[in-house]
């Protein structure tokens, strides 16, 4: 895959312009591999690994506004945690209202704890690409974009 040096869009093969920055990508410009070549992810490692760590997602957001790379992996974070967020709320919830109708229930709403071991497993697996320069989606919530 071909990058723009500028924006570092995707670039159709041969192509002269960036369609998304209109900036002219000579062919010996352009990055092949990665954004890390453009040194991007290189210098905004920590803050996309930092994204996967809670609310530590928000002194990404705040910190590497205009790296894409870091976006990329703020917005990953965002979605996860506000999947957690979602999870340990309604376990809560679930957890009060089997609880009140009998204290035997409280083995059914332990077993909603089981939810975390995929989203624990989703935040590995971000950290890991964060931290090679990768710009992969999470399996299952990787096409939500909260962040433009």
């Given amino acids: 895959m071909i990058y723009c040096n500028h924006c570092g869009k995707k670039l159709e093969d041969g192509a002269v312009f960036c369609p998304s920055c209109g900036t002219a990508v000579p062919a010996a410009s352009c990055s092949t591999d990665t954004v890390s070549v453009s ?28 790296s894409r790379f870091a976006r990329f992996h703020a917005n990953q974070g965002l979605v996860l945690f506000l999947a957690d967020l979602i999870c340990g709320i309604s376990g809560l919830i679930l957890h009060a ?52």
Wanted: glycine content about 6%.
């Fill in 39 to 66: 040194g991007d992810a290189e210098k905004n490692k920590l803050f996309a690994v930092l994204s996967y760590f809670g609310f530590l997602v928000f002194v990404t957001i705040c910190s590497a506004p205009r």
């Fill in 97 to 148: 209202v089997l609880s009140l109708i009998s204290w035997r229930l409280f083995f059914i709403s332990s077993l909603w704890n089981l939810i975390w071991i995929p989203l624990t497993v989703l935040s590995f697996i971000g950290i890991a690409n964060a931290a090679q320069g990768q710009e992969k989606e999470l399996p299952f919530i990787g096409k939500i974009r909260i962040l433009k």
